[in-house]
């Protein structure tokens, strides 16, 4: 089964962090509070998108062809995902100053 | 081409929106076959189209004409939306997303040309004009018109006309809604600021288009 890395609290509704990493090979578990990187917690569809858009060369014709979608509604499908990772970039931003 | 086509079909919004599967220079050749063939079946069937939104019965110019003043409609279009959407777009707009989609817009246009075909409308408005201004030759006791009596209509011509009405104001609705979704798609503006954006650059291109077809005529 491939499990998703919960990304909001279900409690809160605010942005999870990483309590314990663990080594599957020596079994040793290290703690702390580290945020996900930007693109682990973007959300599955844009992960996709980005996979794909990196797989054609970034040519955003290529995505439109793969995707079956006009060429204006690939661009604006890029433009949102900027911009949650610009939001996204802001909130590591302000937790990391505040932690 | 084909894939296109049946997402449209499939897709619930793709009857308002079609613009998530087809834009750019797709869209305008489809546009402009679109545009050509209105014109063809609106120089048939009586039907015109003097600005963005207007779509007039009851006249014989040449197809050269019809198709001139669809192409200025489209065109008052093109130039209003192009450069609001290089001012307020977040990411560039392209020339030919706007153009095709625009163009694509303007299909229900088809349908009213068609509706012309009945031949229905322009006589029931004559009479209904004649016996208007009979009423008031009547109790002015003056005689102003000039024109022949359109004779009697019967209930299945104002059934017709009615008809062919609903048709018109249905067909112009739905050119708006696609107006705008072109609008939407091709500069990525949302919610309020494409709204009222859209508003102010539809009631600019209408004038624009009403003022061009005036000076032209």
Not at chain 2, 9 to 27: C, E, L, M, Q, S
Not at chain 2, 52 to 71: A, R
Request: charged share 15%.
């Amino acid at each position: 089964m491939n499990k998703k890395i919960p990304q909001m609290c279900p409690s809160c509704s605010h942005r999870l962090c990483v309590k314990s990493l663990h080594c599957a090979s020596c079994g040793t578990t290290v703690d702390g509070t580290f945020s996900l990187p930007v693109p682990a917690s973007l959300q599955e569809a844009d992960q996709s998108f980005i996979l794909a858009f990196v797989k054609s060369s970034g040519s955003l014709k290529e995505m439109s062809k793969y995707l079956n979608l006009s060429y204006p509604t690939v661009r604006n499908m890029l433009d949102d995902i900027i911009n949650r990772i610009k939001n996204l970039e802001h909130e590591n931003n302000n937790y990391q100053h505040h932690s | 081409m084909k894939t296109t086509i049946t997402n449209i079909i499939r897709d619930k919004k793709g009857w308002y929106n079609p613009f998530v599967y087809v834009a750019g220079t797709h869209a305008l050749w489809a546009g402009l076959l679109i545009i050509i063939l209105t014109s063809l079946i609106g120089h048939a069937s009586g039907v015109y189209f003097p600005g963005v939104l207007d779509g007039k019965i009851g006249w014989e110019g040449g197809f050269p004409m019809h198709l001139g003043l669809s192409l200025i409609a489209w065109l008052c279009m093109v130039v209003v939306f192009y450069p609001m959407a290089l001012m307020l777009s977040p990411t560039k707009a392209r020339l030919a997303d706007i153009a095709g989609t625009q163009a694509l817009a303007r299909a229900p246009m088809l349908l009213s040309a068609l509706a012309g075909f009945p031949r229905v409308l322009d006589k029931v408005i004559a009479s209904i004009m004649y016996r208007f201004v009979d009423q008031i030759e009547a109790y002015a006791e003056v005689e102003v018109k000039d024109w022949a009596d359109p004779g009697p209509i019967s209930s299945w011509e104002i059934f017709l006309a009615v008809l062919i009405t609903l048709i018109f104001i249905l067909a112009t609705v739905w050119m708006v809604a696609l107006m705008f979704h072109a609008y939407r798609v091709s500069s990525n503006l949302k919610r309020t600021r494409a709204g009222v954006s859209f508003t102010i650059g539809l009631l600019i291109a209408q004038g624009l288009s009403t003022f061009i077809v005036f000076r032209w005529f």
